[in-house]
Nanobody
Framework: QVQLVESGGGSVQAGGSLRLTCIAS????????MGWFRQAPGKERESVAV????????WHEDSVQGRFIISRDDAKDTIYLSMNQLRPEDTAVYYC???????????????????WGQGTQVTVSS
């Protein structure tokens, strides 16, 4: 089993930056594809970013491309989501996920989440 714990969320003004951190325990992250998802009130959960198990392939959702960057440090069993130029529409609970399956298609890399963190709140005010 893998346990995931997110941190780094908070409140920030539009245009500001945050870095989310997800630390794993139980199993090393080197064996897993990883991703970040978010869910805003009244909306479905959406995939934000995906990074393959070896870090050689990444995908970012169109609305965050150029603003967010997913990265991983397997030596620390940690992944990050660096968020810059935050917008009010980025407000959501952000979840870290780990999974063994990525589906590659015309819409990008889809991570099938097998393990999930509890989420961290990101609030962006205008």
């Amino acid at each position: 089993q893998v346990q995931l714990v997110e941190s780094g969320g908070g409140s920030v003004q539009a245009g500001g930056s945050l870095r989310l951190t997800c630390i794993a325990s139980g199993r090393a992250l080197r064996d897993y594809n990883m991703g970040w998802f978010r869910q805003a009130p009244g909306k479905e959960r959406e995939s934000v970013a995906v990074i393959r198990w070896d870090g050689r392939s990444i995908w970012h959702e169109d609305s965050v491309q150029g603003r967010f960057i997913i990265s991983r440090d397997d030596a620390k069993d940690t992944i990050y989501l660096s968020m810059n130029q935050l917008r009010p529409e980025d407000t959501a609970v952000y979840y870290c996920a780990a999974g063994s399956t990525i589906i590659n298609g015309k819409n990008g890399m889809k991570l099938v989440g097998d393990y999930w963190g509890q989420g961290t709140q990101v609030t962006v005010s205008s």
